[in-house]
């Protein structure tokens, strides 16, 4: 029996290799943060929070251990909303219509990004009053 060949069924904008993937990898990311940038709210104001506690990381009276533990709290927060976000478009996409299959979708993205904001004080948090 011949099964299907799996190239068939995939995106026809993969197969890039090499340099030319790693190229468009970077422009598609570029694109995704320009948007995320221009159309969500709450990424505008995480990365605000970012441009404060990055800068205020890196001058805290602490190990190098922990300032990454401090900027990785926050980069977190950025990454967790971009996956947020990217839910809350496709799901938009897909219908506007109220569905609780789509309210589910939407409310567990928004508590991914409550979590990450309440690691983000716990681990300042930790790090600042030890």
Known sequence: MDRPDPQLHESPFKGKTGLVRIWNALRYSLAGLRAAFRHEDAFRQECLLAMLL?????????SGTGKALLIGSVL???VVELVNSAIEATVDRVSLEHHRLAKRAKDIGSAAVLLALVNLALVWGLVIFG
């Open 54 to 62: 990055i800068p205020a990381a890196l001058f805290m009276p602490t």
């Open 76 to 78: 977190l927060v950025l």
